[in-house]
């Protein structure tokens, strides 16, 4: 079966950590996302990558940094400079770029910054 | 800037019609996404507007009208299910942006 796997479902980490969030994705899509979703707020893009080795920023990358070293995989790092990280975590992606391809998302990582 | 605005809470009765709007106010208008999301899973894909007009598919429709800058999501013959948030999400040149999501309750 093809699709977007995140991992883990829940993370608990300590202030001040480093963590990283993981997605993989087996639908040869090229380009993938991520978003952070808080209650009462609408989907907010972190980061996107359309191609391997290449990212953007989104409308709120600061405090956080990504990687794109293969085609299936586009795993996030919360760093400590994140000032609000406690959120619900979502991966996407898509054929090619976001312009008009539908972004298909993976079930999400609760992060809970204690 | 851009805007979009979905009303943020509706409730409806099982077998009934609902319909959930969207406008919007963005730079720049590729096409407009729906997604259902239930709580605490992913978004899920509905439907996708480029051309004016109404696109139906099975119990859900989805409209739009790109010179107002509105769009409706219609979901018939309401089922328990269809308890869920529903967003609104518009196509840009270099980006997906989401209004902040109806969450639509079904009662028996």
């Known amino acids: 079966d093809g699709g977007i796997t995140q991992s883990p479902k829940y993370l608990f980490r300590k202030e001040g950590q480093n963590v990283t969030l993981s997605c993989e994705q087996n639908?040869?899509?090229?380009?993938m996302y991520w978003y952070r979703q808080d209650p009462g707020q609408g989907l907010r893009l972190i980061y996107y990558s359309q191609i391997v080795n290449d990212f953007q920023k989104g409308d709120i990358a600061e405090g956080y940094s990504v990687s794109r070293e293969k085609k299936e995989s586009f795993p996030l790092t919360v760093t400590s400079a994140q000032k609000n990280p406690t959120a619900f975590y979502l991966c996407?992606?898509?054929?090619?770029?976001?312009?008009?391809?539908?972004?298909?998302f993976g079930p999400g990582t609760r992060l809970t910054v204690l | 800037g851009q805007n979009i605005d979905q009303p943020t809470e509706m409730t409806a009765t099982e077998g009934a019609i609902v319909q959930i709007n969207c406008t919007y106010q963005t730079s720049g208008f590729n096409g407009l996404f729906w997604y259902q999301q239930h709580a605490g899973e992913a978004p899920t894909f509905l439907s996708y507007n480029v051309l004016d007009g109404l696109e139906e598919k099975g119990r859900f429709s989805s409209f739009l009208s790109r010179s107002k800058g509105y769009s409706y999501l219609l979901l018939k013959e309401l089922q328990m299910k269809d308890s869920a948030s529903y967003l609104c999400a518009v196509t840009l040149t270099d980006k997906l942006i989401f209004g902040t999501g109806t969450r639509l309750q079904v009662f028996p």
């Open positions: 639908l040869n899509h090229d380009a």
């Open positions: 996407a992606s898509s054929i090619s770029g976001p312009s008009t391809d539908t972004q298909y």
